[in-house]
């Protein structure tokens, strides 16, 4: 009996022996599966790390990169002497310009104005309205004026003595001007001329006008026409081309014949 109670005991030794053995396998199994599904995290950080690196490599490289674009920006920077040498000149010629503008500006201003003493009396004549239709020819000297021409009365020949006497540099006037009492009436009669052949050349602007082929007259700035036309349209045209020449007065067209057809 106590033979099998020792055999029954180390049974169980052994058995409780071998169930902590078994753990400990267990156990080990367990660290080595551990290591295993930790491995992998590693791994992936391991490449994270390296992916990183590369990164920071790759930024170096452009980084490094850059230099030979501020390089090549430094080789482009050469052409802009270039424009400040074309802004320079520019800015040279502009300065000739104006230096020799001020060199003209010089020579005028130490010369002396040129004026005529002749023209001077003429325009003082021309600025009173009572001498102003006339045609009156000066001469000079050295300190005299000559004036000739027609004049319509006395009161205009002294008129044109004294004007031409306040120039300055006259001290004389010899005044030769005509006293011609019908010169007003010539004067008309040359001004009508003059009217009469600007109304013809504006008729002959116009087709219509100018086939009608009116007969121009005018006295005291007063045009009459006369002629024959089929339309009494073309006479208004006609009267309105005439209107609009200086100095006439009226436009009379009560000897134009409206011919009827037939």
Not at 70 to 76: F, H, N, T, V, W
Request: include cysteine.
């Amino acid at each position: 009996m106590e033979m099998k109670a020792r055999d029954v005991k180390r049974s169980q030794f052994r058995r409780s022996g071998f169930g902590q053995g078994a753990a400990f396998l267990a156990l080990c199994v367990c660290a080595l599966l551990t290591s295993q599904l930790t491995n992998p995290m590693l791994a992936e950080s391991d490449q994270h790390s390296t992916t990183s690196a590369q990164s920071s490599a790759d930024q170096g490289k452009v980084t490094d990169a850059k230099p030979p674009a501020q390089s090549s920006a430094q080789e482009s920077k050469p052409a802009q002497p270039k424009t400040q040498t074309t802004k320079s000149e520019e800015s040279n010629a502009k300065k000739d310009v104006r230096e020799e503008g001020a060199e003209k500006e010089k020579e005028s201003t130490g010369k002396k104005t040129v004026t005529s003493l002749i023209l001077t009396v003429k325009l003082a004549l021309l600025e009173d309205p009572r001498l102003f239709p006339y045609e009156i020819e000066v001469e000079a000297g050295s300190d005299e004026v000559t004036l000739t021409g027609k004049v319509s009365t006395e009161a205009e020949k002294a008129a044109a003595a004294q004007i031409a006497s306040t120039v300055p540099t006259v001290k004389t006037v010899s005044n030769k001007l005509e006293v011609v009492k019908e010169l007003p009436e010539l004067m008309t009669h040359k001004q009508d001329d003059t009217i009469t052949r600007h109304v013809k050349d504006r008729f002959a602007k116009s087709a219509t006008v100018t086939a009608a082929n009116f007969d121009v007259k005018t006295e005291q700035g007063v045009v009459s026409l006369s002629g024959t036309v089929r339309f009494q349209v073309i006479v208004l045209e006609a009267a309105e081309a005439a209107r609009e020449v200086p100095g006439v007065k009226a436009v009379r067209t009560d000897k134009v014949k409206i011919e009827s057809e037939g």
